[in-house]
């Protein structure tokens, strides 16, 4: 199956965008999801080829650069884990329930 991009001219619009385009801006031009965005942008091989090829032309007209901060608070995340509910709560709150509870 072969993919168009759905708009021609959001390529225009995208390009004259004041901040920098998203995933979002992308996915819409390639129509495609953003998680397929994301899957080619990080190289999966769960993606087609054709839809690799257009995702790849969108990125670049686009101009499309993964965000650095959003990267890093994802990493953040994955290497400390969830957050718990003690891990919110401050130390001395934390003191004065585990002695009511002794």
Not at 29 to 47: C, E, F, Q
Not at 80 to 100: I, K, T
Request: one cysteine or more; hydrophobic letters at 45%.
């Amino acid at each position: 199956m072969k993919r168009h991009f759905r708009d021609w001219s959001a390529i225009h619009v995208a390009m004259q965008t004041a901040s920098s385009p998203t995933i979002v801006d992308v996915a819409r031009l390639a129509g495609v999801s953003t998680a397929t965005v994301s899957r080619v942008v990080n190289g999966s091989t769960k993606v087609a080829a054709d839809t690799v090829k257009v995702v790849t032309l969108a990125v670049r007209a686009c101009q499309y650069e993964p965000n650095r901060d959003a990267i890093r608070l994802r990493s953040l995340r994955r290497d400390n884990g969830p957050l718990s509910q003690e891990s919110m709560v401050p130390p001395l709150l934390l003191g004065v329930d585990r002695a009511a509870s002794a």
